[in-house]
């Protein structure tokens, strides 16, 4: 999971934006791929289903990678996996960002969701 994580950083850095399909970002091999989301799968289980979102020049919120339970999160399997603590991590992990309000003019340091893993920014604070 560490690997699509820094494949997507190192691709945003490169490119300055994401690709319009995640598996072009990244050489790990993900089922379900539409667009920018994909699932990794786990002896034949959905168990890590990831989304990435580019950059939104409104709000300042950096590119970012969702790492969620997969479809098939009630497979013993995926069940397990859920359990490794670096895995949980990732899935419980937010980080801090500036966020900017048009109407105010001004930032606010906000939280981001569960399982949002910033791929880009200036000012993002794990």
């Keep these: 999971m560490t690997?699509?994580?820094?494949?997507?950083?190192a691709y945003y850095t490169?490119?300055?934006?994401?690709?319009?399909?995640?598996s072009t970002m990244t050489n790990v091999q993900l089922a379900n791929v539409s667009g920018l989301q994909g699932d990794l799968m786990t002896a034949g289980k959905a168990c890590i289903?990831?989304?990435?979102?580019d950059y939104d020049d409104s709000t300042?919120?950096?590119?970012?990678?969702?790492?969620?339970?997969?479809?098939?999160?009630s497979e013993k399997i995926c069940k397990k996996v859920y359990e490794l603590a670096s895995i949980d991590a990732i899935l419980k992990g937010k980080f801090t960002y500036p966020k900017y309000d048009l109407a105010t003019q001004t930032y606010t340091d906000t939280q981001s969701g569960?399982?949002?893993?910033?791929?880009s920014g200036v000012g993002v604070k794990f």
Aim: proline share 2%; hydrophobic share 35%; charged share 15%.
């Design 3 to 9: 690997t699509i994580i820094s494949d997507l950083g």
């Design 49 to 53: 289903h990831f989304e990435a979102t």
């Design 60 to 73: 300042k919120k950096p590119a970012t990678l969702k790492v969620t339970q997969g479809s098939g999160n």
């Design 114 to 119: 569960n399982g949002e893993v910033a791929i």
């Design 14 to 22: 490169s490119q300055g934006a994401l690709a319009s399909e995640i």
